[in-house]
């Protein structure tokens, strides 16, 4: 169906509209915040907050980028959102076990393993998420944008509002950066 | 670099090749449903968070001060005017009232 007509009929608040929505670009938001966040869980609760933001301010939606551009910035705004959050419970967990106080004992989460990776690649593939998630913030969502959900440079700078070139220097650092990091983890495992 | 360590980070690298997307667990649409209706909120919640709304409040708190002063304005005018109007409606019955002596009682003590 055509995307404009569904946002118009959102906007009326039709719900046979947003279903359509959702089963739509459900996968599309799952996966762009699986590969941010690297927690099936978080990532189902992220597209829901998603979804919920999309029904209640679709009004603010004035059709100048495209409709999926619009729900990958949401996705990826609420999955930073998500991260933060996350960092700021760790470190209050922290300071409150340095007063001696009871907290959650801080765990490092497993290797991820995304279920859409070929299986000869898991091990590799759950190796380079792990340096992935130590990129910088725009490197990281310029390089999942572009490897785990396939946007070409073009797309990746529109959802992130920059110039291609600009997409086309963070990837370069990123690959940079990530070259680095699996060096040194080779390197300590010989 | 050693040309093994190089060879496995350019494996890594590709190892997102061919990657598939990833599904959400099924009756997604379902959950989202009952989480957008527990997000709805009552007619009452509503007015409180909006209430609870720091302009809200603080439009209403200059609201009340500047209708209080206004009354207390408003009562002084008021009880100056009939305090004005008290003072002249005594002498206006001073003067009519037949039981008060007046200068001409005073200089005639003894009408004989």
Redesign the interface.
């Known amino acids: 169906m055509d995307e404009r007509l569904l946002v118009e009929q959102l906007k009326g608040g039709d719900e046979a509209a947003f279903?359509t929505i959702?089963?739509t670009w459900?996968?599309?938001v799952?996966?762009t915040a699986?590969g941010i966040v690297q927690n099936a869980e978080d990532?189902?609760d992220i597209?829901?907050e998603t979804?919920?933001q999309v029904?209640q301010s679709v009004s603010s939606f004035k059709g100048e980028s495209k409709f999926s551009t619009w729900l990958y910035r949401i996705t990826i705004a609420k999955a930073l959102d998500h991260e933060r959050r996350k960092k700021r419970k760790k470190r209050f967990a922290f300071v409150k076990s340095l007063f001696g106080e009871e907290s959650e004992v801080v765990v490092h989460p497993p290797d991820f393993h995304?279920?859409?990776?070929?299986l000869d690649?898991k091990e590799?593939?759950a190796?380079?998420f792990a340096?992935i998630a130590g990129l910088p913030e725009n490197q990281r969502i310029a390089f999942t944008l572009h490897?785990?959900?396939?946007l070409s440079y073009q797309e990746v700078s529109e959802v992130m509002e920059t110039s291609v070139s600009s997409v086309e220097s963070l990837m370069h650092r990123a690959?940079t950066n990530?070259?680095k990091k699996?060096?040194d983890y080779?390197?300590d495992m010989? | 670099?050693r040309p093994e360590?190089n060879k496995?980070?350019e494996?890594?690298?590709n190892?997102?090749d061919?990657?598939?997307?990833?599904?959400?667990?099924p009756f997604?649409?379902t959950?989202?449903m009952g989480?957008?209706q527990r997000?709805e909120k009552t007619i009452w919640e509503t007015m409180g968070s909006f209430m609870a709304k720091p302009v809200v409040v603080i439009a209403s708190l200059c609201f009340i001060l500047v209708f209080n002063a206004f009354m207390l304005l408003r009562q002084d005018a008021t009880n100056s005017i009939q305090t004005q109007a008290s003072n002249e409606q005594l002498a206006t019955d001073n003067e009519y009232l037949l039981a008060t002596n007046s200068s001409f009682d005073f200089e005639n003590l003894d009408p004989q």
């Open positions: 279903k959702v089963e459900q996968s599309m799952y996966n699986l990532a189902e597209a829901q979804f919920v029904y995304h279920p859409g990776v070929i690649k590799n593939a190796e380079l340096a490897k785990v959900d396939g690959k990530l070259r699996l060096e080779y390197k010989k | 670099m360590i496995k980070i494996e890594t690298l190892s997102l061919g990657i598939r997307r990833a599904e959400p667990r997604f649409y959950r989202l989480r957008l997000n």
